[in-house]
Structures are given as structure tokens and as C-alpha cells.
């Protein structure tokens, strides 16, 4: 079933979009990665793969380096506008390991675990620790004597936090800068725990914003 125009492409916190690639002749799955609004539209202009590292943060060409680009047979679009799939036509490996297909492991047991490191993956790991604390209360937490404050003390210590970030700016305290950040972003979370509003919330309101 078609639509007339196809849903927007939805881009997560980091401005992402994940892409499978697909072998066009025999529907093996290659390998799944990322793509930012730039890489897609390279990759629709040269019908060649692009996409954005996350490690590195910038764009990649797949096979720049080592030949094995991926030729775009078609692209589609799943039906909520938060995957894309490309079938590709491959010139050699598709995996950095030289296996044809990323996906080569079996998954017989139950695996270890491992959580993402990034930006807003840490700050909803964060607020899920806050909101424990806020309802535990365990004894020796700093969150615990924040919530035991009150909501003006919380506050007090937002803004105090925001006058540390912006003098580390202003006296180019580079080397300072990124704690006293991280700090303003702990008591925002604290804050918005009290207040009871997610972190969504804030996104909701950021991508509002947009232009």
C-alpha cells in the first residue's frame, strides 16, 4: 500500500535516523547504521551510501577507504518515519571485520549489556537515577538532601550553577567549563524531578524550536 507523500523523516535527540542496507538480489541483511540529513541526501544524490559516525562525529562514505561501497538500489521509508531501509547492491564486505554482513554472531544465551554513552542517553539514565532518589530517599545522597531542601533550594542551586557556567565562559576556562556544565545539567534534572516533568517534555519543547 502507497501513500501520496511519504511521512517525515523523524531524526532522534542527536539529529539521527537509523538505515539498514539490504541486499537487493537476495534480501540478506548487510548492516545497520546511522544517517543524519546530510548523509541521506548524499546518499540520494550519488546512489552510494553515506552516513554520519557517531564516534567520530562526522560524515562517512561507505567504501571510500575500502572499496566496498554500497550501491543503492531503492530507499523506503517504514510506516512511523523512524527507519529507513536501502537496498543495496555491494561491492565487496560490508562489515569492518571483512564478513560479508554484519551479522554474523549467534545470540544463543543471554548477553551482557552494555548502555549507550551519549548525550541524551546519559542525561535519561541520569533523570532515572534522580527520580529513584526522589522516591527511596536513601540516606548519605546528595540528590536525597536536595529533594529534603525544598523546591527553592533546588532552584537556588539551578542558578547558582548557571552563574558558574557562564564566568568559566567568560574567563575561558575551558578546562572548567565542561564540570560546571554537567553540574548545571544535574540540578536542571533535580529540578524538573520535583516539578514533575520529564525530560521529554524539554525535548518537545526544543524541537518546537527548530529553524
Keep these: 500500500m502507497t501513500t501520496a507523500k511519504p511521512p517525515d523523516v523523524k531524526l532522534d535527540a542527536q539529529g539521527l535516523v537509523a538505515a539498514i542496507c539490504q541486499d537487493a538480489a537476495t534480501g540478506e541483511v548487510l548492516m545497520v547504521a546511522h544517517m543524519n540529513a546530510e548523509a541521506l541526501r548524499r546518499t540520494l544524490e550519488t546512489g552510494q551510501m553515506h552516513f554520519y559516525s557517531r564516534s567520530r562525529q562526522e560524515l562517512w562514505h561507505k567504501g571510500a577507504t575500502s572499496g566496498s561501497f554500497l550501491h543503492v538500489e531503492s530507499a523506503q521509508i517504514d510506516c512511523d518515519g523512524d527507519v529507513l531501509l536501502f537496498k543495496v547492491r555491494a561491492d565487496g564486505p560490508a562489515c569492518h571485520t571483512g564478513a560479508r554482513s554484519c551479522f554474523f554472531t549467534p545470540l544463543d544465551t543471554e548477553p551482557t549489556y552494555a548502555r549507550s554513552e551519549e548525550g541524551s542517553a546519559v542525561l535519561a539514565e541520569l533523570f ?42 567568560v574567563t575561558r576556562d575551558v578546562g572548567r567549563l565542561p564540570g560546571e556544565v554537567a ?12 516539578a514533575g516533568i520529564p525530560p521529554d517534555a524539554v525535548w518537545a519543547e526544543l524541537r518546537k524550536r527548530r529553524k
Aim: aromatic share 8%; glycine share 8%.
Design 183 to 194: 553540574d548545571l545539567f544535574y540540578h536542571t534534572m533535580v529540578l524538573l524531578a520535583d
Design 128 to 169: 532515572q537515577t534522580i527520580r529513584q532518589r526522589q522516591m527511596e530517599r536513601p540516606q548519605g545522597s546528595y540528590t536525597t538532601k536536595l529533594f529534603e531542601s525544598g523546591t527553592a533550594r533546588i532552584a537556588q542551586k539551578v542558578g547558582e550553577e548557571g552563574i558558574e557556567v557562564a564566568l568559566a565562559a
